[in-house]
């Protein structure tokens, strides 16, 4: 696969799954990495997974176990469990290239009770790491994210809308969600 407009995804979980699909459907090709070798084999040939029941990985999604395989990706989702980031992102930082990390991940690192950004940009400084709304990767699609307080105002930026009213909620009334757009 030409790495040019590539979205890599760092975790094969079900949110990198996901993340992988929403990529592939707004047009980009993607890289989805993860550790287990056997596992990355067995989704290859499936397309399936049992962390994501009932979804196919879309036919353009590379699974794959090594990590090179992201090296020349345009941006990286990092989608591993908030404890493995530093690990994660350290290993991405020693990759060629200079794809910007995006976390994808959401929590605080225990023992140095660091958000997620904070972590990969400690661990990762050359790669301009963004929360998963900081940057816009394939403008025109969304895909609901748990810090999806930005929308796509046509022009290809993202711009801010709120998540919801301020002060207590009214019983009944759901906050308003925005969309992420990839």
């Known amino acids: 696969m030409k790495r040019a407009n590539v979205i890599g995804v760092a975790g094969a979980g079900a949110w ?25 084999q067995a989704f290859a040939a499936t397309r399936r997974s049992d962390r994501l029941p ?30 493995s980031s530093r690990e994660a992102a350290m290993r991405l930082a020693a ?8 976390s994808c991940a959401k929590g605080i690192e225990r023992g140095t ?14 790669r301009q790491p963004h929360r998963s709304h900081d940057a ?3 403008p025109g699609r969304g895909a609901a994210g748990p810090h999806a307080d930005r929308h796509h105002s046509g022009d290809g930026a993202l711009r801010h809308r709120p998540l919801g009213r301020a002060g207590p909620r009214k019983r009944g009334r759901q906050p308003r969600l925005s969309r992420l757009q990839l």
Do not use: K, Y
């Open 16 to 40: 990198g799954m996901a993340l992988a699909n929403a990529a592939a459907a707004a047009g980009r090709g993607v890289v989805l990495w993860g550790r287990d070798a056997g596992r990355m």
């Open 95 to 102: 990759l060629p290239g200079s794809a910007p990390l995006v």
């Open 54 to 83: 009932g979804v196919d990985l879309a036919r353009v999604v590379e699974a794959t176990a090594e990590l090179d395989d992201l090296a020349q990706c345009d941006a990286i989702l990092v989608a591993v469990p908030a404890q």
């Open 113 to 126: 009770h660091a958000f997620m950004t904070e972590v990969l940009g400690q661990a990762a400084p050359g």
């Open 136 to 138: 816009p990767l394939c």
